[in-house]
């Protein structure tokens, strides 16, 4: 793993630990020489992540959108900042950027993006780990809809193993360098 995209809030939620672990995941990043991808925002969790992993000496790229980018939410700090004409490509720039993807907690955005790499990886697009950092449960509620799918016909349960939900950001640094994606694309039967 050279570079991973980590998807997360423009926010900071009301539980300090999940800025706590958006920095501890910055800093790791850093430590083990992987270049963080992210949304490019100086605010919420995001600021806590790119900040950490700056701090301790790691390279940070940005890929914002056009519009975002012109609100003046850019981080100015980065390595490298990308401005896209959208948020699909940014989407698209920060799936090309990274070897995998990792989501804090965050809102609508950081669940858009997130299952929009999930479905990239369900058809074969790519082949990158997708894993939620459930940080005090919060990804639980989700983990429990994607079994709800699998039990009722909507995915296969090779799919929805493809996901990792793990509270220990090493153990997910771990599950994703051993990840190997399924051979059964949606459409095989």
């Given at each position: 793993m050279n570079r991973i995209a980590?998807?997360?809030?423009?926010?900071?939620g009301?539980?300090?630990?999940y800025?706590?672990?958006?920095?501890?995941?910055?800093?790791l990043l850093a430590q083990k020489n992987i270049t963080l991808v992210f949304g490019g925002s100086k605010v919420g969790l995001m600021e806590d992540l790119s900040?950490?992993?700056?701090?301790?000496?790691?390279?940070?790229?940005?890929?914002m959108p056009r519009l975002l980018h012109e609100k003046g939410i850019g981080h100015p700090g980065l390595t490298e900042m990308i401005v896209e004409e959208t948020m699909h490509d940014r989407k698209m720039r920060m799936s090309e950027l990274c070897d995998g993807i990792i989501a804090l907690p965050g809102g609508f955005g950081t669940l858009d993006e997130s299952f929009e790499m999930i479905t990239w990886a369900q058809l074969g697009i790519h082949?990158?780990?997708v894993a939620f950092l459930n940080v005090n449960g919060f990804y639980?509620?989700?983990k429990h809809?994607?079994?709800?799918m699998t039990t009722?016909?909507?995915l296969k349960t090779v799919h929805r193993d493809m996901l990792i939900f793990l509270p220990s950001i090493n153990d997910i640094i771990k599950q994703m360098k051993e990840y190997i994606a399924p051979a059964d694309g949606k459409w095989i039967r």
């Open positions: 980590v998807f997360c809030g423009s926010s900071r009301i539980d300090p630990e800025s706590r672990q958006a920095k501890m995941l910055g800093q900040e950490a992993a700056l701090q301790a000496g790691g390279k940070v790229i940005g890929v082949q990158k780990p639980d509620p989700l809809l994607v079994n709800h009722q016909g909507f």
